[in-house]
């Protein structure tokens, strides 16, 4: 009886015969790397659908706990490679004016523009820019610490998904790999490369086979989604990512 009244309850709410409360309107993330940048905006009620913890958070699959919230979101906020995009465009009846998507990579002028969409939507311009001087200050300061010790001089081989971090920290690149799992053709080609660096992409590693191509390959993974490490910003994952990269002159000699 309680699971069909679950049921009822939600078919009424995807319906509109349910009105969601007025004062119990959220910023509704898809996962914690969108929550990061809704939180960069200042949204300060943000609802994370899918858990850090997930090995894959992008292919997260809604459920029926996620409905209410979903439907009283004022904003959902997504970055497009979600396996539950389709279900919220055009499988639950919702205004596409609460849908907003973003880029997320850590690129300066990408966060930028996604976290000043979503201030623009929220009425939270004047937080959102101050977040975005600590953010600028963090890559810029970064990239000067990796130009003075001349860290970056050496192309790296990265992984399709850190190469934004990378190129913002001044490092070239002299391939990139993934995301797939690396086939005989893709190593041998990444080893006429000739790099001793491999960063990786620690929520789906696919670059370790790399790591031994040759003696003195020194390898790395960094971070895109917030919360492995203690990280919960977008600051935080800039912050573990340059000192993943700083490591790197542990054992890394030019």
Known sequence: MRICLQVILLAMFLNGCIEPAKNDTVVVATNSWTAAYA???GAKNVVVLASFEMAHPAEYELRPSDIPVIVRARVIIFAGYETMV??????????PDVLLKIETDYNMASIEKSVMDIAQRLGTEKIALQNLDSIRHLLSTGKAQFDQTGLNGTPVLVNLFQQSIVKEMGFGLAGIFGPAALEAGDIEKMAKAGSQIVIDNEHNP????LAGIKT???????LNFPGLHHTVTLQDVIRYNIRQLSSLGENFKQ
């Open 86 to 95: 389709n279900r919220l465009q055009t499988g639950m009846n919702l205004n």
């Open 39 to 41: 939180k960069a905006a």
């Open 206 to 209: 696919v670059g370790l086979p």
């Open 216 to 222: 003195g390959v020194v390898y790395r993974q960094l």
